[in-house]
Structure formats: structure tokens, C-alpha cells
């Protein structure tokens, strides 16, 4: 049997893949859950041969889904994702997940994808593969590309409005070092202050524009 563990905040979405895995004899699901950051507490306590996440692309996701595969990299992840990162998409595809479906896939799509995991074998959509060619096209013409993973979050705090004392605590780091991150993002992107780094975030689809104005930044 294939335990499999689905992670999902979307509830209609964890009873449609419920559903659509019945149709998989071999996939005996152990639990669905909407808490990401649990998935690697859950894998250190129980077997589990498959995880499919319904998220986007994110820096927290990253980071999950990094310790899972450094935790035991024999375990096969699935991401089936409402929307395609550029800039993230390529990091999640370097950490050796098996499966990146978008979410506009048909059912029987997702359902192939997942059968072709289950063998051994790896699927990226085609829509997602195409972006991620384009974006290689394009890197140099995307700052955000430059910066390190590590770069990446400690920018995506910053611009949620996170002090730097709060960021290193988080991230169980000194000051320093966030500073440290901080004034290298500056020299790569080649600019003096976070008011610059928003500019950037915003235009390069780091963060909804919508997420700033909820916030009361102001642009």
C-alpha cells in the first residue's frame, strides 16, 4: 500500500483528491490535514510513502517540503497548485519533488499524474514546464533570480511589515546576520532601502499587490 498524507486549506479541494484517489487501488490515505507545517512532524511519526500538497509555491512551502526530502528522500511529493511561480516554481523542482500539477489540469490529468508518481515516475504540466523554460529565457532580466533562497525569505518578511528583531527570532539567526542578508539583497538588486525591495516584491509577483493594501502599506 502507498500511505499517503494530503495537506490542503482548501476543504472542497481535500474531498475532490479524497475522491479522485479512491480511484488508485494501491493508495491507502493515512490523513488529510490544512496545516503544511505539520506534514513534517507527521512523517517522523508515522509511515508515509506519498504527500500531496494544494498550495502555491511558496518560501514555507520550500522549506517543508526541504526537510521532508532531507528527512527522508524516498518519500514522493505532489504539488498541485492553483498558480504558477516562476521564481519559486524552479526551487521546488530542484529538491527533487516527483509531481507539479497546475490546478486548471482536468481531473483525469491529475489522476494520470499521480498514477505516473506512484511508478516511480515524474510529471510537471506542461503549462508549468513552458513557464519554467521562459523563465530561464528571461533570468537576467528578473532581479529576484539573483537572490538566494535564504535572501528570498528574509525579503518576503520584510515587506510583510516584520522587524528585523522578529525575523531573526523566527528564523533563529542574529540581527546581524538578518542585516547581513539584508544589505546583500540591496547590493544585488541595486538599490538603498526597503521601500525599493516593495517596489520590487510587487513587481516581480513576490506578494499580491492586494496583500500590501489589506496591510496599509502604501506603494
Keep these: 500500500m502507498i500511505n499517503t498524507l494530503v495537506i490542503s486549506q482548501v476543504e472542497i479541494f481535500?474531498?475532490?483528491?479524497?475522491k479522485l484517489l479512491?480511484?488508485?487501488?494501491?493508495i491507502n490515505i493515512r490523513k488529510i490535514m490544512n496545516d503544511e507545517c505539520e506534514a513534517f512532524r507527521y512523517c517522523r511519526q508515522y509511515s508515509v510513502n506519498l504527500i500531496i500538497f494544494y498550495?502555491?509555491?511558496t518560501v514555507s512551502l520550500i522549506d517543508v517540503i526541504k526537510r521532508i526530502k532531507r528527512f527522508s528522500p524516498i518519500i514522493k511529493i505532489v504539488v498541485i497548485s492553483p498558480k504558477i511561480d516562476s521564481i519559486l516554481s524552479v526551487t521546488l523542482l530542484q529538491?527533487?519533488?516527483e509531481g507539479f500539477i497546475v490546478i486548471d489540469s482536468s481531473a483525469a490529468n491529475v489522476l494520470q499524474a499521480i498514477r505516473q508518481v506512484c511508478i516511480g515516475q515524474r510529471y510537471i504540466s506542461p503549462e508549468i514546464a513552458m513557464d519554467i523554460a521562459l523563465t530561464k529565457v528571461q533570468a537576467d532580466?528578473?532581479?529576484?533570480?539573483h537572490l538566494s533562497e535564504r535572501e528570498l525569505q528574509i525579503m518576503s518578511m520584510i515587506i510583510r511589515g516584520k522587524k528585523i528583531a522578529q525575523i531573526a527570532q523566527e528564523l533563529n539567526i542574529s540581527t546581524k546576520t538578518v542585516n547581513s542578508y539584508r544589505y546583500r539583497m540591496f547590493s544585488k538588486l541595486k538599490i538603498s532601502g526597503d521601500v525599493e525591495l516593495t517596489h520590487?516584491?510587487?513587481r516581480y509577483g513576490l506578494i499580491e499587490i492586494e496583500s500590501y493594501l489589506q496591510s496599509g502599506k502604501h506603494i
Design 95 to 97: 529538491l527533487g519533488i
Design 14 to 18: 481535500s474531498l475532490g483528491i479524497e
Design 200 to 202: 520590487i516584491a510587487v
Design 55 to 57: 498550495s502555491l509555491p
Design 22 to 26: 479512491c480511484q488508485i487501488k494501491k
Design 141 to 145: 532580466l528578473n532581479p529576484l533570480h
